[in-house]
């Protein structure tokens, strides 16, 4: 394999799993900690990622450093697939260890605190807890739509705990509360939305940069930018 085809393989994998996972240049660049030239420069075929950030790449999108170097089709990346199903099962396991947590913390509440009427309460924070996680884990793996339905549940999660912690002091008017967590809903809506739309501004932007860029790849390197 010569340098340039090397280039080429490297360039057409990474755009094409980076456009499966629904991300920017930008974006893959902040979860690799480097400039968004750097990976720009990498899919025009101007630069060569280290073997550092091939890992990393491979580990981010579920691929090998072999499936990146090599002339695989993009429907040929199978393990991108199993790499999606291998983070949703990591969430999920996650999720369920914290309601795994609460089941044994009520368990042993009722043993020691058997005339207790507000144990069931522990599922109730279990909610907002769950929902933490999935905010990280969405943060982490996934798109804009699963990060704003994650940050939603977190705040009508946070938002039901609180009302029901404040009935046992009987709490006057607490049931206002929903209306501050619908406003603040409607905030999250408009932030994701904006993000979005700036997401196809910079998809826009760099589909304009790819069309500009020079057919030939240039002299070799190896291209290090980091943020």
Do not use: D, K
């Given at each position: 394999m010569t340098e340039n085809e090397l280039r080429l393989n490297i360039s057409r994998n990474i755009i094409a799993l980076r456009k499966r996972h629904d991300m920017t240049q930008a974006e893959l660049a902040a979860k690799l900690s480097y400039s968004d030239k750097s990976v720009s420069k990498w899919e025009r075929q101007e630069g060569l990622p280290d073997i550092y950030v091939l890992v990393r790449i491979s580990e981010l999108f579920g691929v090998t450093v072999n499936d990146l170097i090599s002339e695989t089709k993009v429907e040929q990346l199978q393990a991108g697939k199993e790499g999606g199903k291998y983070h949703f099962l990591i969430a999920a396991l996650s999720c369920g260890l914290v309601w795994f947590v609460a089941t044994l913390l009520f368990f042993l509440l009722k043993v020691c605190l058997p005339e207790s009427e507000w144990l069931w309460m522990t599922f109730v924070?279990?909610?907002?807890?769950?929902?933490?996680?999935?905010?990280?884990?969405?943060?982490?793996?996934?798109?804009?739509?699963?990060q704003g339905i994650s940050v939603s549940a977190l705040v009508w999660g946070v938002t039901i705990?609180?009302?029901?912690?404040a009935l046992v002091p009987n709490v006057q008017n607490m049931a206002l509360i929903?209306?501050?967590?619908?406003?603040?809903?409607?905030?999250?809506?408009?932030?994701y939305l904006y993000l979005l739309t700036k997401r196809r501004a910079k998809k826009e932007e760099d589909r304009g940069e790819r069309e500009e860029a020079p057919s030939e790849a240039c002299p070799g390197e190896t291209d290090r930018s980091p943020q």
């Open positions: 924070y279990a909610v907002p807890v769950s929902a933490i996680v999935a905010v990280v884990f969405t943060h982490l793996w996934w798109g804009l739509w699963a705990c609180i009302h029901i912690t929903y209306a501050a967590a619908g406003v603040f809903q409607v905030l999250v809506i408009l932030w």
